[in-house]
């Protein structure tokens, strides 16, 4: 079983990129991401109406990482601290070595390649730091933007679940896309 540890928190760098721990300091774009019905149109979770419920989103992030069951990065430009989007290993089965990547991005920073280049880093940093034996990507099967993100990052298609969700009175499909380890 994979042995976890999160602390110190692991900063992470790319070429355009810094990946930082998400603070308080990050409520306002943290509620800006998590309340924007475009930025959550494929996440099946209510839209955050105040920054009380974007302070608690961070509190739960924290919570996961402090309990080394998993971990989230802010997304920032070298130049600057700003947030611009949240990465991370959302769901982690220790005892599987696997893991669930998911990411949020606002609307602006779309199609400039920044979730590629995030992507590809907490790849290396789950397979290499982590040691993972595969990353899981979960999407409704309409975010084609994600999933090219995913087969530019060498994921391929696992599944395709039928109605598996129910959310706002709707059942809904999920995809599953693996990326193993040496593949």
Do not use: C
């Not at 089965?93 to 602006?108: D, N």
Request: hydrophobic share 40%; charged share 25%.
């Amino acid at each position: 079983m994979l042995l976890l540890n999160f602390n110190p928190f692991p900063d992470l760098e790319t070429e355009r990129l810094v990946l930082r721990r998400v603070s308080n300091d990050d409520v306002n774009e943290i509620f800006e991401l998590r309340s924007n019905a475009k930025t959550m149109e494929y996440i099946p979770r209510p839209l955050a109406k105040t920054l009380e419920e974007a302070l608690t989103h961070i509190a739960l992030i924290d919570a996961k990482i402090e309990n080394n069951e998993g971990i989230n990065w802010a997304i920032t430009m070298k130049d600057s601290p700003k947030l611009i989007g949240i990465i991370g290993f959302y769901k982690i089965k220790p005892e599987h070595f696997r893991a669930e990547i998911g990411y949020m991005l606002l609307p602006e920073y779309h199609q400039k390649g920044i979730v590629s280049e995030a992507v590809k880093r907490l790849i290396a940093y789950g397979f290499d730091d982590m040691k993972l034996h595969s990353i899981e990507a979960i999407i409704a099967p309409e975010n084609t933007a994600s999933e090219k993100v995913l087969l530019k990052n060498g994921f391929v298609k696992e599944a395709h679940l039928k109605e598996n969700e129910f959310y706002n009175d709707k059942f809904l499909d999920t995809v599953i896309y693996s990326l193993l380890i040496n593949s």
